[in-house]
């Protein structure tokens, strides 16, 4: 992987940049790192520091998030002018996909503290209690319900109750669930049919990961998170 300086007059010829002033523009330029890489290399990995924004300057990146099986399924392709590595911008968070160059490659980073500071003239501590707030949840829906796409029913349906568990009002009742939220409502949120989802409830009811009071369910918090994060620490 070779590194080296990024030219000004390459930023400013791309659209998506196109909001930033020319001083900022240089001050960006000076601050971002042109890294030059080979088909296959990986950028970054599940698990590791978040620190780093980037941005395809030349060639395409892959994409990928690890389900608990060792397979992985590609989220996106990034090209040329398209920013990538966005879990950065939610302070003290970690990768939860993997990045890999799918050709020769050459791509722009640059600290997404001093991108957010310095480029975007915000301060970062409002900056990420913003995304703390909006960002992050939202990125955590979409990484949970890809992996709907490669992992088993009961695990999806697991991974479906944790995201309800986590609603202000279920928080507040310690892990009851509404009522409305039915085998149907279920079978909806993880694309299966009713009879296939009242059989994955019965097997992580069995498991100790959610006792049923009434028409509702209780989520066992602690036992629901050992069990998840085995699979998926990423995304918990």
Not at 11 to 29: A, C, D, F, T, V
Not at 126 to 152: G, W
Not at 163 to 184: C, M, W
């Amino acid at each position: 992987m070779l590194k080296t300086a990024v030219q000004s007059a390459e930023l400013q010829s791309l659209q998506i940049l196109n909001w930033i002033p020319r001083k900022r523009m240089n001050l960006l330029s000076r601050h971002m790192t042109e890294l030059r890489l080979g088909k296959g290399e990986v950028l970054y990995r599940p698990g590791q520091p978040a620190k780093q924004l980037f941005c395809v300057l030349e060639g395409s990146v892959g994409l990928s998030l690890l389900g608990s099986k060792g397979n992985y399924l590609r989220l996106a392709v990034v090209e040329r002018g398209e920013f990538f590595g966005i879990s950065a911008l939610v302070s003290g968070w970690r990768r939860v996909s993997r990045a890999m160059t799918l050709r020769a490659s050459r791509v722009g980073a640059i600290d997404a503290k001093l991108f957010v500071s310095e480029i975007c003239a915000m301060p970062w501590e409002t900056f990420t209690a913003l995304t703390d707030t909006t960002i992050k949840p939202l990125l955590l829906l979409s990484l949970r319900r890809a992996v709907f796409l490669v992992e088993d029913l009961p695990d999806r349906v697991a991974l479906a109750l944790w995201e309800f568990a986590g609603h202000p009002n279920a928080v507040t009742l310690k892990g009851l669930l509404p009522s409305t939220l039915t085998h149907e409502e279920l079978a909806a949120v993880v694309g299966a049919s009713r009879p296939r989802v009242s059989l994955a409830l019965k097997q992580l009811e069995s498991r100790g990961l959610f006792a049923r009071e009434g028409n509702q369910i209780r989520v066992q918090k602690k036992p629901l998170q050992d069990y998840l994060q085995r699979k998926y620490e990423s995304l918990i």
